[in-house]
């Protein structure tokens, strides 16, 4: 069973404090994903890998992020959490380049909370 | 504006009800369509997937596309309580070449109530 997993379920952080939300995959996909899930704004890509060391900006980049050192490992990182950073982070691979059909394969998300 | 709205619920049935939920967009580009459903404390999980107008049954679910209208749907016959989730839909251009050109509805939280 394929899977992808995230470190923690619950996060509580301060402000200012640097955060890392790390993700696992066990399927060898190449690529990997970061979005935050929020009420009323869906999901919102933040940073993507298309492979080891390669990383590129989603829609909302400012303020994180993310380590590819491995191909199993995608980290997301914020640097000086704030408040506004209060969200679910959800972690997602996919084996290959686009296409149809092609599906991303969720973890079940880091809640993450900065006071 | 948004590209993809989607009404956010949520959305309460009795068991055995028809459900049907909606997204429309703006984007003519957008060829391919998408229904997650996300669990609870679970991440999502891809349901079904169309990249032509008309419907597809898969079961109990079918995806309905209107390209001239810009609106999809998701039915959902002889709903279950099992069936109550977040239903995210997601859309792309045919041939889309980068996780920048894919995006998501905001999510409709559905309870079908025993």
Not at chain 2, 77 to 97: H, I, V
Request: hydrophobic share 30%; charged share 25%.
């Amino acid at each position: 069973d394929v899977k992808v997993t995230q470190s923690s379920r619950y996060l509580v952080k301060r402000t200012g404090e640097k955060v890392f939300l790390e993700c696992v995959q066990d399927m060898d996909h190449e690529n990997m994903f970061w979005y935050r899930q929020d009420p009323g704004l869906g999901l919102r890509l933040i940073y993507f890998s298309y492979d080891v060391k390669m990383k590129e900006k989603g829609d909302i980049p400012e303020g994180y992020s993310v380590s590819r050192e491995k191909k199993e490992r995608f980290s997301l990182i914020l640097e000086s959490a704030s408040t506004n950073q209060t969200s679910m982070y959800l972690c997602a691979s996919r084996p290959s380049r686009w296409g149809l059909g092609e599906k991303l394969f969720f973890g079940s998300g880091t809640q993450l909370s900065v006071l | 504006q948004k590209e993809v709205e989607q009404d956010p619920g949520p959305l309460s049935v009795p068991e055995g009800a028809i459900v049907s939920l909606n997204c429309t967009y703006s984007n003519s580009a957008f060829q391919y369509f998408m229904w997650y459903r996300q669990y609870s404390r679970k991440g999502p999980e891809l349901l079904m997937y169309t990249y032509s107008s008309g419907n597809k049954e898969d079961g109990r679910f079918t995806a309905q596309v209107d390209k001239s209208s810009k609106y999809i749907s998701l039915f959902i016959r002889d709903s279950q309580p099992s069936d109550s989730a977040t239903y995210l839909c997601a859309m792309a251009p045919l041939l889309y070449g980068s996780a920048r050109q894919l995006t998501f509805g905001s999510g409709t939280q559905l309870t079908v109530l025993p």
